[in-house]
């Protein structure tokens, strides 16, 4: 069983940048399809982004399109989330979450393997 652990949240501004990371273990990273979900204060956790374990196809949420950037380095056993032009709507706890799915779904049930969590913070 695969285990991740998320990195790489804080506190920023409105238009800044930020760099999420995940590092997996215990399981062949590469038979995993990744993503990251958020959930903000009295809200449902959401689908950001995922990118798919074999063709390394990329799906994102309206809302983060164009802003945020998925990407993995199977030899390092990671993925990241390059997130540009913060908002404060972005602000939540992301999550890193894998599948054996071959493709990226954007439904909670879909992943059983899941991380605590990283706190992302943008004031306006």
Excluded: H
Excluded at 11 to 33: E, M, N
Excluded at 57 to 79: L, M
């Amino acid at each position: 069983q695969v285990q991740v652990v998320e990195s790489g949240g804080g506190l920023v501004q409105a238009g800044d940048s930020l760099r999420l990371s995940c590092a997996a273990s215990g399981g062949s990273f590469s038979s995993y399809t990744m993503a990251w979900f958020r959930q903000a204060p009295g809200k449902e956790r959401e689908f950001v982004s995922g990118i798919s374990r074999i063709s390394g196809r990329t799906t994102y949420a309206d809302s983060v399109k164009g802003r945020f950037a998925i990407s993995r380095d199977n030899a390092k056993n990671a993925v990241a989330l390059q997130m540009n032009s913060l908002k404060p709507d972005d602000t939540a706890v992301y999550y890193c979450a894998a599948t054996i799915n071959n493709v990226v779904l954007r439904t909670i049930q879909s992943y059983g393997y899941w991380g605590q969590g990283t706190q992302v913070t943008v004031s306006s």
